[in-house]
């Protein structure tokens, strides 16, 4: 069984305006948590992480991520988007065998 | 520099043929994994080895084979045995702490 869910597969924004990316989690899995970026024909890259300690972890780039034990959430969030956030955006748990089991994916789509 | 290097980019193949994607990285990880991703979908485990010498198969080994017979090299088999094998490949290795893993940046492989 899937154990995370991403709830939009692609959320049209414009530019400058906030975005939130929703991931939701089965509570059997670890609390590691990822957010993981994909660009067009490339790999994924890191985003940020929940290890431990603060709930609310950021990126480089403004993006940020809350890790709500209650609702089993770690929803993404970036108060204002450039066009070059334009990518796929993967949620993922850390499983107790130490790989990555991911969502589906949220395509976000910035216009101008 | 250090990194995950994946090869060939782009590999087209008869059926009926296998095929070798290579994966190499010089990031001293023990662990490493490969995935595959299919269009809309997110990434789903194939092989993954923890230590040189073994490895496991992961949530959809039919029709793939492994080798870990270095740290630095994990190659991945398409068999012809693989019913769908078109489809975009990613290899990853994991941190010694375990914490983060980092992607190559992904071979395409269609049957033609």
């Known amino acids: 069984a899937q154990s995370v869910t991403q709830l939009d597969s692609q959320v049209p924004v414009f530019e400058e305006a906030p975005v939130e990316l929703r991931c939701n989690y089965s509570s059997s899995v670890s609390v590691y948590l990822f957010w993981y970026v994909q660009y067009p024909n490339q790999g994924l890259q890191l985003l940020l992480k929940?290890?431990?300690?603060?709930?609310l972890v950021e990126s480089i780039n403004g993006f940020e991520a809350e890790f709500n034990k209650s609702q089993t959430s770690f929803h993404l969030r970036k108060p204002s988007v450039h066009i070059s956030d334009t990518a796929e955006y993967f949620c993922a748990p850390r499983t107790g065998r130490r790989a990555l089991t991911f969502g589906s994916g949220t395509r976000l789509q910035v216009q101008p | 520099d250090g990194g995950i290097t994946q090869s060939p980019k782009y590999l087209f193949r008869k059926e009926g043929q296998n095929v070798t994607l290579s994966c190499e990285q010089n990031l001293n990880h023990d662990a490493m994994y490969w995935y595959r991703q299919d269009p809309g979908q997110g990434l789903r485990l194939i092989y993954y080895s923890q230590i040189v010498n073994d490895f496991q198969k992961g949530d959809i080994a039919e029709g793939y084979s492994v080798s870990r017979e270095k740290k630095e090299s994990f190659p991945l088999t398409v068999t012809s045995a693989q019913k769908n094998p078109t489809a975009f490949y990613l290899c990853?290795?994991?941190?010694?702490?375990?914490?983060?893993?980092?992607f190559g940046e992904g071979s395409w492989l269609t049957v033609v």
């Open positions: 929940y290890l431990s300690g603060s709930t």
């Open positions: 990853a290795s994991r941190t010694p702490a375990g914490n983060t893993i980092y």
